[in-house]
């Protein structure tokens, strides 16, 4: 799961928030990690801009459908989206 990513306002809009998720994303390759998914109310096209695309919650894999994120903390109007990592 990817988890609370955030850039300081005084510097947003400058490629922090792509490059904190790119080196996520190649971290999450050494683990063989193979899909990333995440919880936005805010942030889709953010995210769509990095290749991740909106699922149906109850398409997410079960092992994140049970964590805290999706059982009570982020509102059942956040949309869930997903991508699949390349091998590394
Ligand atoms: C979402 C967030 C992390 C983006 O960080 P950032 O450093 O401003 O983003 P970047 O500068 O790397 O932007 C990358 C691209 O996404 C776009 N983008 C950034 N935030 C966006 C948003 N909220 N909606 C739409 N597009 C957005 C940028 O315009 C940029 O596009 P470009 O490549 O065509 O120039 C930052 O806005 C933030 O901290 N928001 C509050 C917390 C939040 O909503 N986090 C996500 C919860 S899961």
Redesign the pocket.
Known sequence: M????????A???????????QELERIARIAQVKQLA??????????E??GYRVIARQAAPEVLQQTEEFRSLCPVSAICMAKFLAEA
């Not at 990817?2 to 306002?9: D, N």
């Not at 947003?12 to 792509?18: D, S």
């Not at 995440?38 to 995210?47: I, V």
């Open positions: 990817l988890r609370s990513v955030v850039v300081a306002r510097v947003r809009g400058t490629g922090l928030g792509q490059r904190v998720v995440l919880l936005t109310q805010s942030a889709r096209q953010f995210f801009r990095q």
